[in-house]
């Protein structure tokens, strides 16, 4: 193994890509995800020319230098590696003293990502930064041990093993060995899942961990055993890839496509079924608060035209999440139906503070009930299946005086979904609900219909959106409200007007029942009764009831189902993904996790 594969990071995406990114620095620009930047006088770094922190952030750890290095390394343009040592050259000769640098050069996450730049060329490269990587450690350590159970704190840590068996410091090593040893089984549970609560983060932790397996490796040290939960994580996150190979817009999670990661479900997912191997289950339910299903793996049609839904449930909002419980987003007839408004930036300003919010999400909320609890559970009170279908039932309180129970249904060989939610103040006073779904950005018309909306979606067959909403006062659709609501991010600092659908109801006590249903040249026909709904697409007709004792939406003529006793308790269920692929598949799973 050569030296830069020991000490340096491998960027993500081909060596062409590093190859071009590397042609255009030496063009003079830099360009670090928001935008072309001159930098053929030299690089400024006081500048800010696009007013967000992000920019200082990815300036400042000099991560983008591991193109440079990886191609120095694995072509022979060794001048590459030589550019490289003279950027870090240039940011020290700026801001070696802290009190005079610029703004962010040395924050704590900021100087432990860069620290790991500065060792790669030192080890690798032949860079003389010694010294100033001696003063990284000294800011980074008493930081790195207190830091609390995130991203953040791993990345430090990482740093300070990184450093220490650099530099063969075997006290700093033993330090961030023993406090990894108690942060990373709360980072990272069994399922391979992490507590950021949103997926970009869970395949960052991914990679933070691997990087630690292999780092672990290069320095003769005994692996920690809580490393091989990462193993979990692309299964995960293959259930968590829409069918067009995006993530779920969980938390912060950003729209881009998807890195995939070599021979593992995650990969199978991102490269239509051509590599790796798809996960044994087409449902899954993980202890930390999610619900992913789909109508296959690509082997009756193709994987992008697989129907799929993500569900949201579990314990409150903490780190990268947002106030998204019993939110969900679905996914038919090869493209997006219901969206989530997405994560535009990290900066502190309205948008940022819509994106979290409740309203940000397709779930209900409350008016003039006190303040919405972040932190309430969220629990997964039942949940069945049967041919081509799965049901599930969510119950809370997210405010004080409400308590919400939604009920789900999510058909696949014509696929529709069906919502029920069943809302009461406790005190019985009435109160203004309003249920809210976020549709995509690209929808091209819309227009009321009897009972609801119809939305036209971008498609080859010009398919409508049809949305049938019963027990509401009122429904209207709006976008760009108040200059944050109705919007849809498409990446960092990029968002787009988005319609969203209200549903109002003013009582102490309301059920709202909404039937969602994508057609191209037939006619949906929904019919809501009290407890039955009746859905007729051409010669397809069924009807879904409300089962009292389960509290669940299934099928009039379905006997084939299953169904699980139902859940009671403060905790959120353990139901692995495993069990899920013995009930779905008749046969057990090869692998635990796999599903």
Known sequence: MSDHCRWCITPQGSLAGSIKRVERFRSGILHLGFGPVD????????????????????????????????????????????????????????????????????????????ARVIVCSVMAFGGPFHEILLDHAKVIA???????????????????????????????????????????????????????????YDYYVWSQLDEMARLMA????????????????????????????????????????????????LEYALSDGKEGSPPEASVAIYDRGYVFGRSGWGRERDLSQESWYSIRFGSGRQLHGHRDHTSFEWYAKGRPMIVEAGFGGYDENEFRKYDRSEFAHNQVVAADTGDYDANALTTLANHGWGSGWESYLLR?????????????????????????????SIPGNDVAFTSLLHLPADVSETRPADGGYIFGVPSEDDLQLHVVIHGADGIEVFQEWQGTGGWVADGLLKRSPAPVLA?????????????????????????IGHETIRLAIGDFVTEVRHDLPSGLLRP??????????????????????????????????SEPGDG
């Open 218 to 265: 290069t320095c003769g040290l005994e692996e920690l055993p809580v490393l091989e939960r990462r193993l979990q994580t692309p299964v995960f996150l293959a259930h968590a890839t829409r069918p067009d190979g995006r993530w779920a817009h969980i938390g912060d999670t950003t729209p881009n496509r998807v890195y995939p990661i070599a021979g593992t479900p």
């Open 503 to 527: 549903a109002r109801v003013n009582a102490s006590r309301a059920s709202i029942t909404t039937v969602l249903v994508p057609v191209s040249q037939e006619t949906a026909q929904v019919e």
């Open 142 to 200: 008493p930081v790195a041990i207190a830091e609390p159970a995130w991203n953040h704190g791993t990345d430090q840590l990482l740093t300070l093993l990184t450093i220490g068996c650099a530099v063969g410091d075997d006290g700093l090593t033993r330090k961030a060995l023993d406090r990894l040893s108690e942060t990373l089984p709360e980072i990272i549970d069994e399922q391979g899942v992490s507590n950021e609560q949103a997926p970009t």
């Open 556 to 589: 009039l003529d379905d006997e084939g189902s299953a169904w699980l006793p139902t859940l009671t308790g403060s905790q959120p269920p353990v139901t692995k993904p495993r069990r899920w692929a013995r009930w779905l598949t008749g046969r057990k799973a």
């Open 396 to 424: 809370d309180r997210p405010y004080r005086t409400i308590e919400r129970t939604r009920a789900m249904f999510f058909a696949h060989n014509e696929p529709f979904m069906m919502i029920r939610d069943d809302l009461e």
């Open 39 to 114: 930098v053929s006088g030299g690089i400024d770094w006081s500048t800010d020319p696009f007013d967000t922190r992000m920019w200082k952030f990815r300036l400042h750890n000099l991560q983008w230098l591991y193109d440079l290095y990886r191609v120095a390394a694995e072509t022979d343009d060794a001048a590459a590696g030589v550019e490289a040592n003279a950027v870090i050259e240039d940011w020290i000769s700026h801001n070696r003293d802290p009190s005079t640098a610029a703004d962010m050069a040395w924050e704590n996450h900021v100087t432990a990502l860069r």
